[in-house]
């Protein structure tokens, strides 16, 4: 079956017409949510394959979420950090441990988490490493995906996010992801940061070589540069270990996390990292009137936690395998590949059948949410509570697309 652009209804903006037109959702109107699944409006269950870019881990409206949430909305939500609240200390501790660092940075959102990152990065080239004020330059990856900020757009190579929003924010440079020549060779006196996601999100789930992310860190290491890794969609539990990086046995100097670490209830991102990074910063310099707040903090603290047991890793990395499996039978059957690790997939279709969005609408059709991602690319992220025969059932219907 050929699905062709007269297949796909046009954007529908009268249905939401007070929304600015920033995404194309898929067509299911959410009503209400409970561990991999989404019932819309009309009454009709959904798989939940994407698990809100991975912002969902731990299932809709986990149930030890949402009680240490309930518990702590009849204490105190937020005071600002002009005053001190009794929950960001042992959050901010706790995930200090998890991540064998000393200190935490609490913001909101990824992309503040990673705004964040870059101010500290270059306070930290200046005060510590000595590089000239103002000339402090940031090395990134091509196919990145760190928000879509003025200054993350700035670096980016998607035209869709960066093209019209200048001028852009100048002090990085960017090269291939996976070539550790090209890194090497940009290094220079005023690199102070390189700022990678270990496996690409936005760019099709897209694993590295496996000696990439090692020759990065020697590379960061020698030079005196801070290795910066957004764990922000690949970290917490998705791949089957707690960072990615894990998987190359690769430590970074600054974590980046966000999405599931607000357990699918508020946005919760942090900047970890040990304190003679993040002591650069003093009081007046970063703030934020959110970043913290007692109501994010208790349900961080519950997230680390329940990653702290490791029974989440593991889950991923045994139901990850046989989704992997199943997603292999079609590789040469209408599928050109497929790759990820843990619960993560990304699924390359046979450009004849349509691009990903024609191939995801006709999947909400059969009852799967799933997204795609530049031309005919899939990415899955199912929150970690799905089980076997839903990974069956989800993988069938896509064999009904797919085939039928």
């Known amino acids: 079956m050929t699905l062709m652009p007269h297949d796909v209804k046009p954007p529908d903006h009268d249905v939401e017409p007070h929304v600015a037109h920033n995404y194309s959702p898929i067509p299911v109107t959410a009503a209400s949510a409970e561990g991999g699944w989404i019932t819309d409006v009309h009454g009709k269950r959904h798989l939940d394959c994407l698990g809100a870019y991975s912002a969902v881990n731990f299932g809709h409206r986990h149930p030890r979420i949402v009680a240490a949430a309930l518990e702590q909305i009849e204490r105190v939500t937020l005071t600002s950090r002009a005053f001190r609240s009794d929950r960001l200390e042992p959050f901010c501790a706790a995930l200090a441990e998890l991540c064998g660092k000393e200190m935490v940075l609490p913001m909101n959102t990824g992309a503040e988490a990673v705004e964040s990152a870059i101010k500290v990065a270059r306070k930290w080239g200046y005060d510590v490493k000595g590089v000239p004020d103002g000339r402090a330059t940031i090395i990134v990856a091509g196919g990145n995906f760190h928000g879509r900020t003025t200054t993350i757009i700035s670096f980016s190579d998607d035209p869709d996010a960066r093209n019209g929003f200048g001028p852009y924010t100048p002090g990085f440079v960017r090269v291939p992801y996976g070539d550790v020549e090209s890194l090497a060779a940009a290094i220079d006196e005023t690199t102070v940061g390189v700022l990678v996601e270990p496996i690409q999100g936005e760019a099709g789930i897209i694993v590295p070589p496996d000696d990439y992310l090692p020759r990065v860190r020697a590379l960061c290491t020698a030079a005196d540069v801070l290795l910066i890794a957004d764990e922000i969609q690949s970290g917490l539990g998705r791949t089957g270990r707690t960072f990615a990086l894990e998987h190359w046995g690769v430590e970074p100097d600054v974590y980046l996390l966000g999405k599931a670490l607000g ?55 045994d139901l990850g395998n046989h989704l992997h499996t199943r997603l ?33 609408l006709r999947l909400a059709e059969h009852g799967v949410l799933a997204k795609d991602t530049h031309g005919s690319t899939l990415r899955l992220a199912p929150p970690l509570v799905i089980t076997v025969p839903e990974i069956d059932w989800a993988v069938d219907r896509f064999a009904e697309v797919l085939h039928g």
């Open 328 to 360: 292999g039978e079609f590789v040469g059957h209408g599928v050109i590949a497929t790759r990820g690790l843990g619960l993560w997939a990304g699924i390359d279709l046979d450009p004849a059948l349509g691009t990903g969005k024609d191939f995801c």
């Open 263 to 317: 357990g699918g209830i508020v946005p919760v991102s942090a900047v970890v990292a040990n304190s003679d990074i993040l002591g650069v910063l003093h009081p007046g310099q970063h703030g934020s009137t959110f970043g913290g707040n007692p109501l994010a903090a208790a349900i961080g603290h519950t997230v680390v936690d329940m990653l702290a047991e490791g029974t989440w890793q593991r889950r991923a990395t």
